[in-house]
């Protein structure tokens, strides 16, 4: 997320972060509620005032309501799937010894390795599948390097376990993100529902409506006619 570090050279401003004490970093760690604001904003707009493409090609805008209930929920995710990765890590540094690792130093790790994925919300303003994959790659390589130099600079570990480490951090992040964005996805789909009727269901009303009304049968014409 946004922390002062620079994505071009990561390591350097690690390193500068690791000399600040706990105080210090308490204005950094501060910030971390902010970047969620990226995607979530992008998801109102764009589940708003664009559609979003998900189901049939065909983009499929929400209510306002709706479009602000997505957003809202979006941010409350991103915001809890961050503290719960930002716990894990502290867990797993504790179990390789180093318990002297605070709470808020693994925050600012998570939060600034997962910033690429949160800049990649502005697919959410005109979304659809495709490019949400190839965004969600590229963000994961630059979420990768960033946290594999934050182990290396700002909370350095044994040679020994810093790949462990390295995959255990990553490999939750991922899940914790997939997990958000298939809730995500699951809300849209509910918030939708109904939006769509099967084609049958459209069809009838609209072909009883204009059938011509029917006429009472009348009788032949032999039937007038007097018997002798």
Known sequence: MIVPVRWWDPSASWRALGQKDEAQLSGTASLWLLPPLIPALCALFG???YGWDLIDSEAVKLSL??????????YVFIVLGTLIVAKI???????????????????????????????????????????????????????????????QD??????????????SVFGVSLLTLSAVFIITTLLWSNLTAGDFRPEAENIAPAATLNAPAATPSTASDDSKIPYE
């Open 47 to 49: 589940s708003y005032v």
């Open 65 to 74: 309501a709706d479009a602000l209930t997505l957003s809202i929920a979006l």
């Open 89 to 151: 890590t502290q867990t797993i540094y504790a179990g390789i010894g180093s318990q002297n690792v605070s709470f808020k130093r693994c925050l600012i790790m998570i939060c600034a390795s997962i910033g690429p994925f949160c800049l990649s919300g502005f697919v959410l303003l005109n979304f659809s599948p495709m490019a949400a994959l190839v965004v969600f790659i590229i963000a994961a390589v630059w979420s990768g390097i960033l946290l594999w130099t934050a182990l």
């Open 154 to 167: 700002f909370l350095p570990i044994s040679s020994s376990n810093d790949v462990p480490v390295m995959g």
